[in-house]
Structures are given as structure tokens and as C-alpha cells.
């Protein structure tokens, strides 16, 4: 997979508005962008993904690059219980890496009440 | 659905001691991994299973490490002898494998290990 670089943290107000930077440079055609967050003490749950379009569920949105060298996650309103690490990953459909998560060091996210 | 659940939670052994780890992915999921965590190493891939197949062990870190999946809904890891340097947060997690490149990963409540 390839590699992913974000910031180490961020921090933000409750109530406020998110946006978490991925950088991926060397993003082949086929990789998909996935989001994946670990609350305190927990295992990482799976928060977004996608290809080209912008993205939107009831977590977040996904916002990719015209060109797909980056994207931002967006939370559109901080919680506390949104306070963890967010982990932007790249997979690829195929090939000799088929089915891993490649997690880096991710971004700790701190919300303030 | 009772989701990925992992036994033991908390494992405490000796250095030497033989640990194993049990892993119930979601009913209906057909591919299985196991990480590990550290604080040096971040979160790391050891192994993951396709359809009770080892697909990619390349991240085992040494013959003390074993992992098994004799049916569908169940999986160990098991080390032995074990080390200190094993201790660790050891992530189970299973996905329905359709498409890798969107498939969503569900990860159980992990088993924090400690050697000592």
C-alpha cells in the first residue's frame, strides 16, 4: 500500500467543525482512501472510505483531491466522544497486498469542552 | 450482533509460559487478521486468513508465533515460549470479503498481554 502522511495532532472545540489532513502523494488509480479511528482503550472502528467523489455519511465526510494526492475528513461537529486517533489508509484491490490495513501513526485528535 | 469478541481481555504470564489467544470473528464474515500494538511499532498486521486459509503471515515476527483457524468462527494465536518483548495489545478483526480494496474491518475489544 501506499504510503499516507497526516499531522501528528489537532485539537478543536466541541461543536466545531473538523477537518483532518491525509497526504498521499504516490496514490496508484486503484487505491481506495479509507478512514479508520481508535477511541481510548478500544480497537480502531471504521469511520469512511472512498475512490474519486466526496463522501458523506452519518459519521463524516470525505473530501478527495481533484487530483487524489490528498483528502480531509471532516467532522462537522466535534463531540467529545470524537477525541481519538484517526488513521488515513491506502488500499489497493489488488496485487500482492490484497486485504491489508497499513496503519501509520495516524493524527490524535483532542476535543475541548 | 454481538460483534468481534476476544478472550482472554487481560492476559498476565511468565516469560516462557505458552499464551494463547481466542479470537469469534461476526458470524457470516469470511476473512480474518490479527494485529498487534505497541507503542514503538504502532499497530502492525501479523497474519490474516481467508476463508479459514492463511492468506499472508508475513508479518509473524518469529517461529514463537502461531496462529490457527479451524473453522469459520474461531481463530487462536498462540506464542510460546513467550517474551517479554510480546507484550502487547493483540487486535482480532474480520471483515465480509467481497472487494479488498472497500471491505470494512471490525475489530474486536483487543487482549492486552503482559509478560513478565
Known amino acids: 500500500d501506499a504510503k499516507t502522511t497526516q499531522p501528528n495532532s489537532m485539537e478543536s472545540n466541541e461543536e466545531e467543525p473538523v477537518h483532518l489532513p491525509c497526504n498521499h502523494s504516490t496514490i496508484s488509480g486503484t487505491d481506495y482512501i479509507h478512514w479508520y479511528r481508535q477511541l481510548p482503550s478500544q480497537g480502531p472502528e471504521y469511520v469512511i472510505h472512498g475512490l474519486t467523489s466526496n463522501v458523506n455519511n452519518r459519521m463524516a465526510s470525505l473530501a478527495i483531491a481533484e487530483d487524489r494526492k490528498s483528502s480531509t475528513l471532516i467532522l462537522h461537529r466535534a463531540t467529545l466522544r470524537d477525541a481519538a486517533v484517526y488513521y488515513c489508509?491506502?488500499?489497493?484491490?489488488?496485487?500482492?497486498?490484497?486485504?491489508?490495513?497499513?496503519f501509520g501513526r495516524g493524527t490524535q485528535l483532542t476535543v475541548w469542552p | 450482533d454481538a460483534g468481534v469478541i476476544q478472550s482472554p481481555r487481560h492476559e498476565v504470564t511468565e516469560m516462557g509460559q505458552e499464551v494463547t489467544l481466542r479470537c469469534k470473528p461476526i458470524?457470516?464474515?469470511?476473512?480474518l487478521f490479527w494485529y498487534r500494538q505497541t507503542m514503538m511499532r504502532g499497530l502492525e498486521l501479523l497474519i490474516y486468513f481467508n476463508n479459514n486459509v492463511p492468506i499472508d503471515d508475513s508479518g509473524m515476527p518469529e517461529d514463537r508465533f502461531s496462529a490457527k483457524m479451524p473453522n469459520a468462527s474461531f481463530s487462536t494465536l498462540k506464542i510460546q515460549p513467550s517474551e517479554p518483548r510480546d507484550s502487547a495489545v493483540y487486535f482480532c478483526?474480520?471483515?465480509?470479503?467481497?472487494?479488498?480494496?472497500?471491505?470494512?474491518?471490525?475489530f474486536g475489544p483487543g487482549t492486552r498481554l503482559t509478560v513478565l
Open positions: 489508509i491506502l488500499r489497493d484491490t489488488g496485487g500482492s497486498t490484497l486485504g491489508r490495513l497499513y
Open positions: 478483526a474480520s471483515s465480509k470479503t467481497g472487494d479488498f480494496g472497500t471491505d470494512t474491518q471490525y
Open positions: 458470524s457470516g464474515h469470511n476473512s
